[in-house]
């Protein structure tokens, strides 16, 4: 929520378990682990 508020949307991107950095793509353990991150995206 906190995000949210601060517009911070694009770290809902990123996979749980992964901290986030900046300008840098999270990491996937696979293909199929990131087309269904992206798939949630759109």
Known sequence: MRWYKNGEI???EQPV???YTFDK???YENEQA???VENRYL
């Open 34 to 36: 990131k087309l269904e």
């Open 25 to 27: 793509d999270p990491e």
């Open 10 to 12: 694009h770290r809902f």
């Open 17 to 19: 378990v992964k901290e």
